[in-house]
């Protein structure tokens, strides 16, 4: 425990510690995408996109699931930093009662429209679209306790729970649908993995539930609620509604190779995630210490640790396309060779709009604006053109595009970025010299 919060305290080090985030969230990420790659050749194409659409939905569901994540884990710094550990436990008890009541209020509600309109809407039944949902209460308490332990910079069990639930809802999808479940064998490994996670998560947390309870403040905290959620909820809508809308207006095979393009494209938009759990609650402590030049320092290296993951998954795709279709989804995907580098780049973009997005919310500037005009932008777009999926596909790229020129612009101040790259590289020459003269002085002794 106290390893971690050493790595905590050493703000300055965001690299390092996404590395090793990266490093512990491997095996998960390899479990993700082998679950729906798995998926992809288990269900077939039509059950696929079928498949690959009722999960965009859950996408969807986790806009408060992020939202509630980041709120937490802001004011979960805040408390950190004062060792106000009794405000942690009260926000984390009082967070669980309200949120698990309206899960549950939010559960019966979809479950009542599903027969009028959502199962018309993607041609599909209503079991199925149940069993999906029976994810959202889970998913909609989970992120209380990842958010504590994401502001108190306990990013080691964090790695290591992510991890676990992937891996669990891998080999739970891979029996069920082996046994011959199909399609609701993997719906239903969703919501079970997410319930195992959520209580192994508990344990990483039982010094906080220990300790007296203090009562906090809420108003302010609903009132952050407001704000995180919309800017999520627009920026989740970007990176799954192409499947949605492409599941309604394409044939069952068209949106079938389209669900496995976004499920290659979609990985590049989730490498933000793991840079803004370490980037959030440092620009957080950064913020509310008034340390300006230190949570702009933070962001310029955020963007840095998405731009070159994301330039060499997208080189990989220019360059190898028929090779990576071929491993991951089979020969009868290869129609898809062509389009996935449009995809990538889409996403790519989205994932710095990300990144550029939650370093706002943790200044506390509201930017809400902007993902709302480019989301309903991106819906008019694909709604309006949608004859080809190269058409598609330039449509989803334009919006995403867009949005992150506007963010970067209204976000970085460019006279203090490339006035610190000036003092980045001077500081690094003076090391150098510091260097040669040195070895020189040893050579001379010698």
């Known amino acids: 425990m106290q390893k971690e919060k050493d790595?905590?305290?050493?703000?300055?080090?965001?690299?390092?510690?996404?590395?090793?985030?990266?490093?512990?969230?491997?095996?998960?990420?390899?479990?993700?995408?082998?679950?729906f790659f798995v998926m992809a050749r288990m269900l077939g194409q039509e059950n696929y996109g079928l498949f690959y659409s009722l999960i965009a939905i859950l996408y969807i569901f986790s806009v408060p699931v992020e939202t509630i994540r980041f709120v937490i884990s802001k004011y979960t710094a805040i408390y950190y930093i004062k060792k106000q550990y009794g405000k942690i436990k009260n926000l984390i008890i009082r967070s669980f009662k309200r949120i698990f009541f309206y899960s549950m209020i939010l559960f019966a509600v979809f479950v009542l429209i599903t027969p009028i309109w959502l199962s018309n809407?993607?041609?599909?039944?209503?079991?199925?679209?149940?069993?999906?949902?029976?994810?959202?209460?889970?998913?909609?308490?989970?992120?209380?306790?990842?958010?504590?332990?994401?502001?108190?910079?306990?990013?080691?069990?964090?790695?290591?729970?992510?991890?676990?639930?992937?891996?669990?809802?891998?080999?739970?999808?891979?029996?069920?649908?082996?046994?011959?479940?199909?399609?609701?064998?993997a719906l239903i490994s969703i919501p079970i993995a997410t319930m195992i996670a959520m209580g192994l998560i508990l344990i990483s947390l039982s010094d906080i539930l220990k300790k007296r309870e203090e009562r906090v403040d809420s108003s302010s905290i609903y009132n952050q609620f407001i704000s995180f959620f919309f800017v999520i909820l627009f920026l989740t809508v970007m990176s799954s509604i192409d499947v949605i809308i492409a599941k309604h207006f394409f044939s069952a095979s068209y949106a079938g190779f389209y669900a496995a393009i976004s499920?290659?494209?979609?990985?590049?938009?989730?490498?933000?995630?793991?840079?803004?759990?370490?980037?959030?609650?440092?620009?957080?402590?950064?913020?509310?210490?008034?340390?300006?030049?230190?949570?702009?320092?933070?962001?310029?290296?955020?963007l840095f640790l998405v731009v070159i993951p994301s330039s060499v998954l997208i080189l990989a795709f220019i360059i190898f396309p028929k090779f990576i279709v071929m491993v991951f989804f089979g020969s009868k995907y290869l129609a898809i060779s062509d389009f996935i580098k449009y995809e990538a780049i889409a996403m790519s973009f989205?994932?710095?709009?990300?990144?550029?997005?939650?370093?706002?919310l943790a200044i506390n500037r509201k930017i809400v604006y902007l993902p709302a005009?480019?989301?309903?932008?991106?819906?008019?777009?694909?709604?309006?053109?949608?004859?080809?999926?190269?058409?598609?596909?330039?449509?989803?790229?334009?919006?995403?595009?867009?949005?992150?020129?506007?963010?970067?612009?209204?976000?970085?101040?460019?006279?203090?970025?490339?006035?610190?790259t000036k003092e980045i590289i001077k500081i690094k020459q003076i090391k150098k010299d510091s260097k040669d003269i040195k070895t020189k002085k040893i050579k001379r002794i010698e």
């Open 7 to 35: 790595v905590g305290k050493k703000t300055h080090g965001i690299g390092k510690i996404v590395i090793m985030l990266w490093s512990l969230s491997i095996f998960g990420a390899i479990a993700s995408y082998l679950f």
């Open 121 to 185: 809407f993607l041609h599909t039944g209503n079991l199925q679209i149940i069993i999906t949902l029976l994810a959202v209460p889970f998913m909609l308490v989970a992120p209380i306790f990842q958010g504590a332990l994401q502001g108190m910079k306990r990013f080691l069990i964090l790695g290591v729970n992510g991890s676990l639930e992937y891996i669990i809802k891998l080999i739970l999808a891979v029996s069920l649908v082996a046994l011959g479940l199909g399609i609701y064998g």
């Open 263 to 302: 499920t290659l494209g979609t990985s590049l938009f989730f490498l933000s995630v793991s840079v803004t759990k370490v980037m959030f609650p440092l620009v957080t402590e950064h913020n509310h210490k008034g340390e300006e030049n230190k949570h702009l320092d933070v962001l310029y290296k955020s």
């Open 350 to 360: 989205l994932a710095l709009s990300n990144v550029l997005a939650l370093y706002n």
């Open 373 to 420: 005009i480019f989301c309903a932008l991106e819906i008019v777009l694909l709604t309006l053109f949608h004859e080809s999926l190269m058409t598609y596909l330039r449509m989803l790229m334009l919006a995403n595009i867009l949005l992150f020129i506007f963010l970067l612009v209204s976000t970085v101040d460019f006279k203090h970025f490339f006035g610190r």
